[in-house]
């Protein structure tokens, strides 16, 4: 069946860095588009990034771009997000998901994640 786990997670200080990673299995990740949504403090869920299976979307919600970035390995089954300057704002769980399309604001309802990986921002 489906499985993506997610890590990479921690505890970091704003604008610092980390690199999130997704093992994905159970499928063939190039079908897919595949991206990132979190989960914050309070339960509320957003998506961070959306990349359609032939690369040819890729939207970035407006508090992360310029900041995070998206990439895949299909060969390794892999999905990575760079998140660079990071701020407080951006403490949830990180959790990658697959996709039909990109194309609404909740993309990932439908598909399929893991069980989230932690990320604090904080002084």
């Known amino acids: 069946q489906v499985q993506l786990v997610e890590s990479g997670g921690g505890l970091v200080q704003p604008g610092g860095s980390l690199r999130l990673s997704c093992a994905a299995s159970?499928?063939?990740?190039?079908?897919?588009?595949i991206g990132w949504f979190r989960q914050g403090p309070g339960g509320e869920r957003e998506g961070v990034v959306c990349s359609s299976s032939d690369n040819g979307l890729t939207e970035y919600a407006d508090s992360v771009k310029g900041r995070f970035t998206i990439s895949r390995d299909n060969a390794k089954k892999m999905v990575y997000l760079q998140m660079n300057s990071l701020k407080p704002e951006d403490t949830a769980v990180y959790y990658c998901?697959?996709?039909?399309?990109?194309?609404?604001?909740?993309?990932?309802?439908?598909?399929?994640w893991g069980q989230g990986t932690q990320v604090i921002v904080s002084s």
């Open positions: 998901a697959t996709a039909l399309i990109c194309d609404y604001p909740t993309w990932w309802q439908g598909g399929y």
């Open positions: 159970g499928f063939t990740l190039d079908y897919y588009a």
